[in-house]
């Protein structure tokens, strides 16, 4: 199996949803063009999701629109619904991200409906998003551990990606650490079982909320995941969990990965200019480690 991973950038979408104070439109465009010049080449830019409850991403068209003029970048938006998914096809993006929770609390938090309900929707447009042959991917939210229902049970997960798996068995699935409260082996343990049960694409996005978010993706890596999200700077959080904090920093994976001889396709020296631009962001609770390490700057 190849060592190369990919490592698919957050920060303009996760890592800037909770945000109170909005951020200009301007300097998300200058996040995403600071990020692409690292090598990044797949990003989430945004989400086309109700303004009202997260005002942060009322400027996702803009952004797209700025996103796309970037050659061989594929920028992915999240859409809850119908009316996101029109939006979305509508402005041009390379790649859909359906999202819905594990958990029926945490869906009915986030989404304001039962997993049945949210299941039903987004197979439908699944459905016809493959038909436009568009690109896609599937997160699942609170895949380990959920803020009012506490740690899920490893078959509770695996019962919901087989779910998902059944609608395309070409579809991307993202399993989320919505929390960063997931344990390595339990990261193990159902990466391993969807592995070997449907084999890739599987997706890990990580937060490094209880100081887990490597040790998790390095977990999901050894049992044979490829492609991991990751925030630069550290930014990110969820506004419907409740002491969620950042995403894996971007810097913070590309450092191990490159330790690891694993290659990420990301330059070093450029990959630090992007995050510390992303750490900087005026409202952001940025995290990660490796921008505060001399020898790792030294490195670049």
């Known amino acids: 199996m190849s060592q190369a991973v990919i490592i698919s ?40 999701v109700s303004p009202r409850h997260v005002p942060q991403m009322a400027d996702t068209a803009e952004v797209l629109k700025a996103a796309k003029q970037l050659p061989g970048l594929e920028c992915t938006v999240l859409v809850p619904n119908r009316k996101g998914f029109d939006l979305a096809m509508d402005a041009g993006a390379d790649r859909l991200g359906f999202f819905m929770s594990v958990t029926e609390a945490h869906n009915r938090a986030n989404l304001n409906r039962s997993r049945d309900e949210s299941l039903a929707e987004l197979s439908a447009l699944v459905r016809e998003g493959a038909a436009a ?21 490893v078959t509770e997960a695996v019962d919901m990606l087989e779910r998902v798996f059944s609608l395309d068995p070409g579809l991307e699935i993202g399993i989320a650490d919505t929390t960063g ?3 390595p082996d339990q990261v193990a343990a159902v990466f391993a079982h969807a592995l070997a049960s449907w084999g890739n694409p599987f997706a890990f996005h990580g937060h490094d909320t209880y100081g887990m978010g490597l040790a998790n993706a390095l977990a999901a890596y050894e049992v044979g995941c490829r492609i991991f999200d990751g925030a630069a700077g550290g930014l990110g959080g969820c506004p419907f969990a409740p002491g969620a904090t950042g995403n894996t920093a971007t810097e913070d994976l590309a450092w191990m990965f490159r330790r690891m001889g694993a290659a990420t396709g990301l330059d070093w020296a450029k990959l630090l200019v992007a995050a510390d631009l992303c750490a900087a962001v005026p409202g952001g609770q940025p995290g990660g480690r490796v921008r505060g390490v001399p020898g790792a700057r030294a490195a670049a």
């Open 9 to 48: 950038e957050v920060a303009p979408r996760d890592g800037l949803q909770s945000i109170g104070s909005f951020v200009p439109t301007e300097t998300k465009i200058a996040m995403v063009r600071a990020l692409y010049e690292a090598g990044v080449r797949r990003m989430e830019v945004g989400s086309f």
């Open 181 to 183: 409260n997931a344990a």
């Open 133 to 153: 042959g568009v690109a896609m991917r599937f997160n699942l939210s609170c895949a380990f551990h959920c803020p009012f229902e506490g740690v899920v049970p």
